[in-house]
């Protein structure tokens, strides 16, 4: 996130942490060249659209403490580091609540086109009402009803992305004076319950066409547009089992919705603490747990479920129930059944042999290959999204101690000798599969009397 307290609450007291540098272009260029020099994929960057005020009705904790507040737009450094990389991906996170998607397909074109085909986006309905009420409503829209919407997001922009410019579209003649014939510029003719978008896209088609497409939602109805849409999904879980089952039940509604078993990659958060050997990595994480700070975590968690823990006694059982906000996030807690006694609070924000809510692993090169490898067959997931705990650093001691022992073991791929796009990295091919539901989705662009349901 662009902003000093993302998941590592009160880490920004850490005198090796220089998140509080988000407001300096330079601390952008110069985290995108460590990834890329440390044989990291991608860049993933979060982001929400209001304060959070859900924990005892104010926003006055979540600026106490940091926590993902004050908060940047998360798009505009991306061209920049895209300047000073070659082969770094960028997933960022963009609201289809609260955008519109002629707009946004323009915005992912434009970078697409400059980072030459390395942007993914992170497609979010988004959960929180001081969002909602700055942006002109009461309320949010009900949760299945942000993806209800969201669905109809993606037929426009993939209307746009795929249909609307033929590849031969830029003929740049200049003997006959041509620049782009416009026969092969196609109005889509979206006309829907939440959009009408009648002409063509404003910009040529980027490398990818449609960026790289990841998502999180973990709700049956998430779960749902992830089994359509999502190429790379992000699951959450308590443990390894939850996500397994989270990465299982996604695949087989991707099946039924007709996209082959790997049309979809999985990857789930981890935070590993590493250094030159197990001793080295405990002292560290003994440092880090020392500037952690509980309220951040608590005010975050608030915010994300809907639900105001200012009153909750930290230590009793969380109780189940159906908020408006992110509902999966507090199910993963008041559901388990791998656990005899209900999670408390305390327990569901914090492990004790880690950091914050995520797995973490902590040890020297060989106990995080070891467990790093476990967790993926143990989970089913493909890869890792690495929460960092103090930035750059948690990503610097990632890249020098763990990414020579995971390339030893094929767990790290060699980068390419020329870049690639981004989808190619994850799929072998710049543009969507053909099983994904895109192509029949744009296919239907071009009809006016079209209505979504
Ligand atoms: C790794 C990860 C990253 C996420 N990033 C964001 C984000 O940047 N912005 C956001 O609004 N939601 C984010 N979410 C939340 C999801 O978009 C989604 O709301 C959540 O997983 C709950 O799904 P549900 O609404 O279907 O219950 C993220 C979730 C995960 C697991």
Redesign the pocket.
């Known amino acids: 996130?662009s902003a000093v307290s993302h998941l590592n609450y009160g880490l920004w007291r850490h005198p090796d942490d220089w998140s509080w540098r988000h407001t300096e272009l330079e601390h952008w260029t110069s985290l995108a060249t460590t990834l890329e020099d440390g044989g990291f994929d991608t860049l993933?960057?979060?982001?929400?659209l209001g304060l959070l005020d859900t924990y005892a009705g104010n926003a006055a904790a979540s600026l106490r403490t940091g926590t993902q507040s004050p908060l940047d737009d998360p798009l505009l450094a991306v061209s920049a580091m895209a300047a000073c990389t070659r082969h770094l991906g960028f997933g960022v996170?963009v609201?289809t609540t609260y955008e519109h998607p002629y707009l946004l397909a323009r915005k992912l074109t434009t970078l697409d086109h400059l980072s030459q085909g390395r942007i993914g986006w992170?497609?979010?309905?988004?959960?929180?009402d001081s969002a909602a009420r700055n942006l002109g409503l009461a309320q949010q829209l009900d949760?299945d009803e942000r993806?209800d919407r969201a669905d109809e997001f993606m037929e426009v922009v993939y209307k746009l992305w795929e249909w609307s410019w033929t590849d031969d579209a830029v003929v740049r003649d200049r003997v006959r004076g041509i620049y782009t014939d416009p026969s092969k510029v196609r109005p889509i003719a979206h006309h829907g319950r939440w959009y009408r978008v009648p002409d063509a896209h404003l910009s040529e088609p980027s490398p990818q066409r449609t960026p790289l497409l990841l998502?999180?939602?973990?709700?049956?109805?998430?779960?749902a547009?992830a089994a359509r849409h999502a190429e790379l999904v992000?699951?959450?879980g308590a443990h390894a089992e939850g996500i397994r089952r989270g990465v299982e039940a996604t695949r087989a509604l991707a099946v039924q919705a007709g996209r082959g078993p790997r049309a979809i990659r999985f990857?789930?958060?981890v935070t590993v603490v590493t250094g030159a050997d197990d001793r080295e990595a405990g002292a560290k994480l003994a440092d880090y747990r020392r500037h952690y700070d509980a309220l951040g975590a608590v005010v975050h968690y608030a915010a994300?479920t809907g639900i105001d823990f200012s009153t909750q006694d930290l230590d009793a059982p969380l109780v189940h129930r159906d908020t408006n906000?992110?509902?999966?996030?507090l199910?993963h807690f008041t559901q388990d059944s791998t656990r005899d006694r209900p999670w408390t609070l305390r327990e569901a924000l914090d492990r004790p042999q880690g950091f914050g809510r995520h797995k973490t692993i902590v040890g020297g090169p060989a106990r995080v290959a070891d467990e790093l490898q476990a967790w993926l067959r143990e989970t089913g997931t493909d890869g890792i999204?690495l929460a960092a705990i103090v930035n750059p650093g948690s990503f610097e001691d990632f890249a020098h101690f763990a990414v020579p022992e995971l390339r030893r073991r094929g767990l790290v791929a060699e980068r390419p000798a020329e870049p690639t796009t981004l989808r190619e990295r994850v799929f072998g091919q710049p543009r969507l599969r053909a099983d994904h539901p895109a192509h029949a989705i744009a296919a239907r662009a071009g009809s006016a009397s079209e209505v979504s349901a």
Request: net charge positive; aromatic share 10%.
């Open positions: 996130m993933f960057i979060a982001d929400a996170t609201s992170n497609i979010v309905t988004s959960q929180l949760h993806y998502q999180a939602g973990g709700s049956p109805r998430g779960q547009f992000f699951v959450a990857i789930a958060p994300s906000a992110n509902r999966s996030l199910a999204n």
